[in-house]
Every structure is written in C-alpha cells, then in structure tokens.
C-alpha cells in the first residue's frame, strides 16, 4: 500500500484538526504554507531569464557570509589575541579577511546588478530593501571588526574614526577606542542583525521571486511585474548551485589567505612611543597639563569645551548628550599617574607645589617649558634644555617620561580603576595628541589626504567598501571645511537613505529603464524572444 501524500492529504495535515483551527500555532503554520510552501522555499524549475551571470552574485553573497560567519567563530573562540601569537591563528585571520573582501565584492556587484535590474517592482520594494540594510549593517560589521583588531591599523582607524562618530553624536554610545565594546559588538550583536536581514531578504526573494525582465521589443502580452510568470521555466537544482558557490568561495579564499596572508603591524604604546621619540612624548604630555592639546579641546563626549566640536549650522549632535566619556588630560594622562608614584619624595613636593601654585603660575611655567621645549634634546636618558623659569615641571615630565618608558603608564591609563582593562580611550587620546603616531601614518599612507580610512598597512586591501565614504574628504567643500565629519556623516546619511527608499522616489527608481543596461543582463532573453517575433 503506497503511503505517498497527495496534495491533498498535505493541504489537511498543513488545516489541522477544524477545532485547533484558532491555535497560534496552526494559524501560523498555516500561514507559512500558504506563503511558502516547500516547492516555492526550494523550487526544481526557474523562468527561462534567470541564466545570466548577474545571478550568480547573490548565491556567491551567502557563500562568502558563511565562510566570513565561520572564521571569525573559530577567532572568537580561541581569543582576541590568538592570532597576533600563533601562525595558525594568522591563517585563519587570512581567511578572516579574504572572504570579507569576497563578500562585499560579491554583495556590491549584486546590489548593483538588482538595480540595474530595477528589482523593487511588483511589489518586491522590501526585497531591495532588506538588500541595502545587510549592505549597511555589514559596512558597520566589518568597520568594527577593523577597529578591533589590536594592531597599528586599528589604532589609526579608530582614532580617525572617532572624530566622524562623535560629530554625528554616534561616540557617546559607540566608542571605538574602546575595544572591548567594539569586540562584542563585532562578534555577538552585528552578525546577528546582519544574519536576520539575509535571512529575511532569501525569504523575501524565495516568497516574491525574482523581478521580470522589462518587456520585449513589440511585446504585444507580458505579464505584470507582480504576477505569476507565464513564459518559458528551466530546470534550477539551488542546492547544487549554493554547493558550488561555497566551493568556489572557499577555494578563493585559501588561494589569497596562502599567498597574501594578512597585515598585523605591531600596535605602538606609550612605552614603546616614549622609548622611540622621548622628545615628542614630553612636548605633548606638557600641553596635556596646559590643556593645549587637541584632546583638552576636543569637547563632547570627553569634556565640556565651550564652543568646541563640529556643528550644523547652529544645532551641535554631540551636545544632545553630553560628556558620556569623561576625560581630563592633565589629570588622566599627568597629574594622576605621577601621584601613584609613592617611592619619590622630590616627585611628591613637586606635585605639592605644582597643584598649589594658582592657575597664572602654571600657566607661565608650562608656556616657559613649552618653548624651550623646540631646542631641547635627549641624552643618558634625560631631556635637556636650556635653563629657565620653569618651577616643577621638567622633574614631573621626566618621571612621567620614565614611567611611560617602563610600561607603567600604559596601564595605568588602560586600567583607570576597571575590572576589564579593554578600554584604550586614555592612552589612544594620548597618542594621537603626539606627532609620532601620525608621522607612523604617514608612512603607512593611512592618512585623510591619502585615502587612509579605506587603507591597510602595507600592501594589502583595506576597506575598499568606504570609498564613497572617503572620497568626500578629499574635494571641496568639505576637503578645507572644520565641519567636514559632521557634514560628511550628514550627507551618508542622506545617500543612504536615498537609496534604501529608491523604490519609492520618482525619477531615481525609473533610471534603469533609462540606461538600458538591463539589456545586457537579460540578453539571452531578449535574443531569444525577438528572434521569435521575427519569425512570426
């Protein structure tokens, strides 16, 4: 006796019973089957268009997602510093970052493929959308993943990147000098957002199908974007195709991790800064007690500095919420880790008188200091300059100078009384107020007049995905402008909005009608059809 389900016993055993018919759960059921049933969630057959390249992409997208999904597991498992310490840990770093660059080549080709496509129509307008959200919330993934990857490159980045999020008003909440947050972010909380967008795109594209092509040439019946197709099927096995993509993506990611590998220039330190360039060191650690750096003026989130930060027109984002980060360079980065040294009495009376004189005295010592500070040298371990009416500043900047040479200072500012001593906002400060860490950049080619944000030390790809990012830096008005970020990070907002509702937005949604390029995306199609119209 054959035990093969008809259509119809599944239709019953999909209703249920009549009396659980107000169940949740057969409500659901139900619903799903309606929308989904299983030939349509994995179907054997596709339109006969469905045979251009262009398709491949997005099979290629998940493909490279679940390698990117998998490597990065086995990273978060073994730790943040595995792969800095072991060959094994680098390799798999290399296929970290290979199918990264893999995944947004794939995605960025798909996107651009579905619009030329003009894939919104028949009422598919969340599918494109969902689409621009994965794209978002992987730049953002991805952007996290690099600022939290403890080397030189993460460093610079989210020094720079800083200064984009908080004149957005994004920094107080999302402080990317501070790795721990970033790490859980790029492990736990972005990939999961991310995996359900791509989740719910799949199912948007399995649920509505893939757009028709734009009528024939002297199409007399076409039917309508949102109806069923009623022209020519081919056989589509999607789990040998997804098979296939993996294999290839795959491949192509060991072939680059094995003969590329990966960049992990070493992170600097206030040791390792101190030891190299003392000079440049102590000049900064002087205008941290004057309050002259560029961290002592930064404003929000780290201080209150009236009249600071980047503004448009006369609405200030940072202000909205205030000093969320406090930070108080004399105190946090001098006066603070001078004092835990207990074992110098001259050091003790120096900060007595120091912390005494009144703010005119200490301003006139530190200007003294300052400038003589531009003919100074280091000898036998000692700045040396010229004498001068300087009071205890330069005994203060030499302990401070052998404290930051001795490893000391770097925890000091990385613990500051915290059990977890992941947060580098201190020190990174710090660093960047100084000349050294730039000049490091520069070399590098890792600063804003070089496109450095999308860069990577040494001859590697970097984030090639924020290119329309950093391209704005670099032409006017925004190149000369004090309200670059703000302005910047205002305008991304805006393009990306823009295209997340390009469905919606007369004009902008019929440009691939216009251009045409479909027709070569669809051009078997076309062929074929016309050929036929011909004939008849």
């Known amino acids: 006796m054959s035990t093969t389900l008809n259509d119809q016993d599944r239709e019953k055993m999909v209703a249920g019973l009549p009396e659980d018919q107000d169940m949740w759960t057969n409500k659901l059921r139900r619903k799903f089957y309606g929308k989904l049933p299983p030939e349509k969630l994995l179907p054997d057959r596709q339109p006969s268009y469905v045979s251009s390249w262009i398709y491949v992409f997005g099979i290629l997208t998940v493909s490279a997602l679940a390698v990117v999904a998998g490597s990065g597991a086995i990273l978060a498992i ?15 770093n290399s296929l970290h970052l290979w199918s990264v660059e893999l995944f947004f080549f794939f995605m960025i080709i798909h996107l651009w493929g579905k619009f030329f496509m003009a894939s919104w129509r028949g009422k598919r307008a969340l599918t494109w959308m969902t689409g621009m959200f994965a794209f978002l919330a992987s730049v953002g993934t991805a952007f996290t993943g690099y600022v939290s990857q403890q080397n030189f490159d993460s460093q610079w980045i989210s020094t ?41 795109h799949v199912v948007m594209v399995r649920l509505r199908g893939v757009v028709h092509p734009f009528p024939p040439k002297n199409a007399k019946s076409y039917p309508a974007d949102d109806m069923a197709w009623t022209g020519k099927y081919r056989r589509y096995d999607i789990l040998k195709e997804g098979t296939i993509a993996m294999v290839v993506v795959v491949l192509l990611t060991l072939v680059f991790s094995i003969v590329f590998s990966s960049p992990d220039e070493k992170p600097i330190t206030l040791q390792s800064w101190a030891k190299a360039a003392p000079i440049d060191f102590v000049t900064t650690a002087s205008s941290e007690l004057a309050g002259t750096s560029a961290s002592a003026g930064y404003g929000y989130p780290y201080n209150n500095v009236p009249g600071s930060g980047q503004k448009i027109g006369p609405i200030s984002l940072p202000s909205i919420f205030g000093v969320t980060i406090p930070v108080d360079p004399a105190q946090d980065f001098v006066l603070k880790p001078l004092a835990t040294i207990t074992n110098d009495s001259t050091l003790t009376n120096d900060l007595a008188t120091y912390n005494s004189a009144n703010s005119a005295t200490q301003s006139k010592w530190l200007d003294n200091y300052t400038k003589a500070m531009d003919k100074a040298t280091y000898a036998n371990g000692q700045i040396q300059i010229a004498s001068g009416n300087y009071g205890p500043v330069p005994y203060m900047m030499s302990d401070l100078l052998k404290l930051a ?14 059990f977890y001593g992941t947060n580098y906002t201190k020190p990174l400060l710090f660093l960047a107020d100084g000349g050294y860490m730039a000049g490091l950049a520069q070399n590098q080619h890792l600063t804003g007049s070089q496109w450095g944000m999308m860069n990577e030390t040494g001859n590697y790809p970097g984030q090639a995905w924020l290119w329309l990012y950093t391209f704005w830096y670099q032409i006017s008005p925004f190149s000369s402008s004090g309200n670059a970020d703000v302005l910047v990070w205002g305008l991304m ?3 990306s909005g823009v295209m997340i509702a390009l469905p919606f937005i007369p004009g ?14 669809w051009r078997d199609y076309y062929r074929e059809e016309e050929q036929v119209d011909l004939r008849k």
Do not use: C, T
């Not at 073994?78 to 798999?92: I, L, N």
């Not at 040479?405 to 915290?418: H, I, K, T």
């Open 160 to 200: 720079q990147g800083k200064d984009g999020l908080n004149a957005a008003g994004v920094g107080a909440i999302f402080n990317v000098l501070n790795f721990g947050q970033m790490l859980m972010w790029h492990i736990v909380l972005l990939p999961v957002i991310v995996l359900i967008i791509v989740a719910i």
């Open 405 to 418: 040479q001795s490893g000391g200072l770097d925890s000091n500012l990385v613990a500051g009384g915290n």
């Open 508 to 521: 902008l949604r019929d440009i691939p009608r216009l251009v045409k390029v479909y027709r070569f995306i």
């Open 78 to 92: 073994e730790g943040p510093s595995w792969w800095h310490e072991s060959s094994v840990g680098h390799f798999v």
């Open 493 to 495: 907002i805006l393009l």
